[in-house]
């Protein structure tokens, strides 16, 4: 019923091709197997999806973020190849979408996984380049990876969209903060080393001069 899944499942490298399967049964190479395929229809994947998506909340309210984590991707798997539902079911997976990313970059932050925080709101922030949340989570994610200057302007546009939003304003007095004892840390490191380089110039230069005063 759906080409785009059925595509992805498709093993190219595989002489004379192959679908890519999940089973918990062992098989051995040369096996023969007999399949029979029964692809979900839109409303089936997308209540798969919503499933999936609640049972990640639910790993997420019990603590066990790398669970959610994999919830939410397994929920975004089924909604992922839409491009040939109607205009309805498409509405509902962009919400699924929307809702699935968000948590998965808060499951990730928990997890400290920045850069796949990073990559979770970035889809959201592809179709809604205005929400406060992904910015917000962009922005923690940002200034952990110590990208000081992105994560400021992803926590000044958040503030903008929500003005009175407090998280924000501690975010952004953070992410100053941070910013400030970073290039006053690396400031002092190239100090040291500029002041070892010229202390190790001088001493060059003196047993130069010592050794000038041996030949005469």
């Not at 007999?34 to 979900?40: D, G, I, Q, T, V």
């Not at 925080?117 to 922005?139: C, F, P, Q, S």
């Not at 040291?192 to 003196?206: I, V, W």
């Amino acid at each position: 019923k759906d080409k785009n899944a059925l595509y992805a499942a498709y093993m190219q490298f595989v002489e004379n091709g192959g679908l890519f399967i999940p089973t918990s049964k062992k098989y051995s190479i040369g096996d023969e197997v007999f399949m029979l395929l029964n692809l979900m229809d839109e409303p089936e994947k997308i209540a798969a999806a919503e499933g999936a998506k609640q049972a990640g909340n639910a790993r997420f309210k019990e603590g066990a973020f790398a669970a959610a984590v994999k919830k939410y991707s397994r929920a975004l798997n089924f909604v992922e190849y839409d491009s040939g539902f109607g205009a309805e079911a498409k509405a509902q997976t962009a919400e699924l979408k929307k809702a699935c990313n968000l948590n998965l970059a808060a499951a990730r932050l928990r997890t400290r996984d920045w850069k796949g925080a990073v990559t979770a709101a970035d889809k959201v922030l592809e179709k809604d380049g205005l929400n406060a949340k992904a910015l917000y989570r962009r922005a923690q994610a940002r200034l952990a990876l110590q990208d000081f200057v992105e994560a400021e302007r992803d926590a000044r546009v958040a503030l903008a969209e929500d003005p009175s939003a407090a998280d924000l304003r501690l975010l952004l007095a953070r992410i100053k903060k941070e910013a400030a004892a970073y290039d006053k840390k690396e400031a002092k490191t190239f100090s040291n080393l500029f002041g070892r380089m010229a202390a190790m110039e001088a001493a060059e230069e003196r047993k130069k001069k010592t050794a000038t005063k041996g030949e005469e």
